[in-house]
């Protein structure tokens, strides 16, 4: 079963602050350090997560997942084409994938994947995007494309457009900055966790 909420975080400092409310899937995802630091940081984030119960998602980089033992991989369409979806299989890895439109999803279906993510589902002022914002439907119609495979909706999401999107047909709900960026990210968090367990619907086994 994938939890209804997905916390991303950049380093795995934020872990030892967010694990102990209840957080019980999160996804690394590091930009900027070179290889040896990164690796660093994963094996630091897995880690953290196995002691808490938590599963972590390894952002893109496939290769360093594979090698350090990760339960699961999240590949974007760039990544997703140079990957070597075989290989990770192989490894026992689950694997999670972006999508922004219809032939996206297409080429993330093709791949098995253990859930398909969505995005941006709101405007989002983390990074700029080249796809505009998906809506409601588009999430509505997604699940419907995707059947019984977990939906994870990301981009946007507040606590106050939480339900709404849940009720779409979103399985599992992903933010980035909405906990990371607020004053007291601990606080935002239980309120997120709080709330997920009064959001509608849901059937997010993967």
């Known amino acids: 079963m994938l939890p209804r909420f997905y916390q991303i975080v950049d380093r795995a400092h934020w872990l030892p602050r967010l694990l102990p409310l209840g957080l019980k899937l999160v996804q690394l995802r590091i930009k900027d350090l070179d290889p040896d630091h990164r690796r660093q940081e994963i094996r630091e984030a897995l880690a953290a997560c196995r002691a808490a119960g938590a599963t972590l998602v ?3 980089f496939w290769r360093d997942a594979i090698d350090l033992e990760a339960g699961y991989v999240h590949l974007g369409q760039e990544d997703l084409a140079e990957a070597d979806v075989a290989a990770i299989r192989r490894a026992g ?6 999508t922004h439109s ?12 253990d859930y398909v993510a969505l995005g941006p589902v709101y405007p989002t002022t983390l990074k700029v995007m080249p796809w505009a914002p998906q809506g409601l439907e588009r ?33 599992t709900l992903s933010v980035v900055s909405d906990v990371l960026s607020n004053p007291s990210p601990e606080a935002r ?9 009064r959001w509608p619907g849901g059937a997010a086994a993967a």
Do not use: F, Q, Y
């Open 139 to 171: 999430v509505t119609e997604w699940k419907r494309l995707i059947g019984d495979r977990p939906l994870v909706a990301i981009g946007g999401l507040t606590l106050e457009r939480a339900e709404a999107v849940a009720a779409a047909g979103a399985d």
């Open 189 to 197: 968090l239980r309120a997120w966790l709080a709330a997920a367990e």
């Open 93 to 98: 890895l689950k694997l999670g994938v972006s």
């Open 58 to 60: 390894v952002n893109d």
């Open 102 to 113: 219809h032939e996206e999803l297409e080429t993330a279906l093709a791949a098995d994947p």
